[in-house]
């Protein structure tokens, strides 16, 4: 092999990333415009900058008085502060004037505060009796009850970074700061190929030894959901000629997943193809993680690659675990060299589980809840099986160093998205 990547040497999952992650560049080609509300989901290609301060004004935060809040002190239910009821702000209006000293605004919820008002007394400590005063039976602090101008967000304060993937509130946080647009990078094209004589497409009905296409449409799926675009090109046969010509054409994209073949069996020549096809080739051929031990991990003159193991079970952890964060990159967001973005959820495991020092396991499992705790109850099944992921929603995570956990101990859960 070209790469540092000796075959089926095994290399920690989060080492594979960063030795990969490394290698390609963050992002894929100029910057694109596009509708602030179209770019959920989408990565800032620049931070976004406060051009002025949210809010603009002091406002209130709830029904009631804009007052000085020196005129309330030691106010209570005996011993009340009257004041000057002096008009109203209406809503999306300007204060008339500044507040006198001794007297009281009527204010609702979002109102701008008159200048010389620093607090809000709640109208459910305030009474009316129609004598043209206000009687306040609660004291407030300066700046109870109020949005000070500035305090959400201050002008020339960076309100997100480079690298961000967008979600909703952010989407909101542009607009009320009048981003209509946003630089984004483009979503990478990822060609996708399944590999074996034995593969056949999912529409078609399997002769004798021949099993449905399942790795590419998860695959394809996973891609759609994590935003990348997916490009299939096709099941390809174990023929060195024919998956040469396809990787040429996967080269054309962004990044290059192909399942099936990435052992070290006399059939397995996806590594030797791929590290044939772009330099420094193949970086690491087998992770230190179950299932999932046969994954290739290349790069091709800046472009990821990757060989998934044929098993479903096998192929969708390492996408899981590696290949989503390491197209994240690709895709410009900022990551780390972990497998996960979300700390993990605690659970209590239902089953004694073994492990092998040495790697990382992830063991399919439902979720239940019982005496107020979250149980997981493993999904035991073999690697070529899709119906253990059907039947699971999340996995348990046994670390590298761990021989296994014991039945109703504590273990970390990583949920399905």
């Known amino acids: 092999m070209k790469g540092d990547g000796t075959l089926l040497e095994v290399v920690p999952v989060s080492k594979a990333i960063g030795m990969v992650r490394g290698m390609i560049p963050r992002g894929i080609a100029a910057p694109v415009r596009v509708n602030a509300v179209q770019a959920v989901g989408r990565v800032l290609a620049a931070d976004v900058v406060a051009r002025e301060d949210l809010p603009s004004f002091p406002r209130s935060t709830v029904d009631g008085f804009a007052v000085a809040a020196a005129d309330t002190f030691g106010a209570g239910e005996g011993t009340p502060a009257i004041l000057v009821l002096d008009g109203e702000v209406p809503v999306g209006g300007v204060p008339a004037g500044a507040l006198r000293r001794g007297s009281a605004v009527r204010v609702a919820t979002g109102c701008a505060l008159p200048r010389g008002a620093d607090a809000v007394a709640m109208v459910e400590y305030c009474d009316e009796p129609g004598d043209g005063t206000v009687t306040v039976y609660c004291s407030v602090s300066p700046g109870e009850n ?14 997100l970074r480079d690298g961000h993937r967008l979600r909703p509130q952010d989407i909101g946080a542009l607009a009320a700061l009048g981003f209509a647009e946003v630089e984004v990078y483009p979503l990478p094209r990822v060609a996708v190929v399944s590999t074996g004589d034995e593969v056949v497409d999912p529409l078609r009905v399997p002769g004798p030894g021949c099993v ?27 023929d060195r000629r024919l998956l040469e010509d396809c990787l040429l054409r996967a080269l054309e994209c962004d990044a290059l997943v192909v399942s099936g073949g990435s052992s ?67 895709g410009g967001e900022t990551v780390r060299d972990e497998p996960f973005e979300r700390p993990p959820l605690r659970a209590r495991c239902s089953r004694r589980l073994s492990s092998r ?28 099986l899709i119906s253990t992921m059907v ?7 046994i670390p590298l160093d761990c021989d296994g956990v014991e039945q109703g101990s504590i273990v970390d859960v990583r949920v399905f998205e």
């Open 146 to 159: 109020v949005i000070q101008r500035g305090e959400d967000i201050a002008a020339g304060a960076t309100v």
């Open 264 to 330: 070290a069996g006399p059939r397995d020549m996806i590594a030797s193809v791929i590290d044939s096809r772009g330099s420094p080739g193949v970086v690491v051929h087998g992770l230190a993680l179950r299932p999932g031990k046969p994954t290739i991990l290349a790069v091709l003159d800046g472009k990821l690659a990757v060989g998934l193991p044929g098993h479903p079970a096998s192929a969708l952890v390492s996408y899981e675990t590696v290949v989503k964060p390491l197209l994240r990159h690709v």
């Open 357 to 384: 020092p040495g790697r990382e396991e992830f063991v399919r499992c439902t979720l239940r809840t019982r005496g107020g705790e979250t149980w997981a109850d493993p999904v035991l099944g073999k690697s070529g």
């Open 212 to 238: 449905r296409d399942i790795n590419g449409p998860a695959v394809c799926a996973s891609l759609l959901r994590d935003g990348a675009v997916p490009e299939f090109l096709g099941i390809v046969p174990d």
């Open 391 to 397: 039947k699971a929603s999340a996995f348990i995570h």
